[in-house]
């Protein structure tokens, strides 16, 4: 099992940058694909970006590419999000999330840190 704990998030104007970390639990990390979604006032959770076990690979949503930035550091367990250039509608409240590999769904699942982009 992992447990998971956002922070970083605040209140940002647009333009700005934030840097949203995830804590995990446990001994394990390394063998957990890493994730970040995030969900907007009324409006489904979606997926913004992800990172393989070592840090290979890593994959985002249209809507951020090019402006975010998904990282780890296994020795640390910790996953980083670096999002510049933010606009209005990245306004939303952004998750961790862990899977093994295997797996096509995520398992465990931060709280939550709220991020605001004003105009």
């Known amino acids: 099992q992992v447990q998971l704990v956002e922070s970083g998030g605040g209140l940002v104007q647009a333009g700005g940058s934030l840097r949203l970390s995830c804590a995990a639990s446990g001994r394990t990390f390394s063998m957990y694909a890493m994730g970040w979604f995030r969900r907007a006032p009324g409006q489904e959770r979606e997926f913004v970006a992800a990172i393989s076990t070592k840090g290979r690979n890593t994959d985002y949503a249209d809507t951020v590419k090019g402006r975010f930035t998904i990282s780890r550091d296994n020795a640390k367990n910790t996953v980083v999000l670096q999002m510049n250039s933010l606009k209005p509608e990245d306004t939303a409240v952004y998750y961790c999330?862990?899977?093994?590999?295997?797996?096509?769904?995520?398992?465990?699942w931060g709280q939550g840190t709220q991020v605001t982009v004003s105009s």
């Open positions: 999330a862990a899977k093994l590999p295997a797996l096509y769904e995520y398992g465990y």
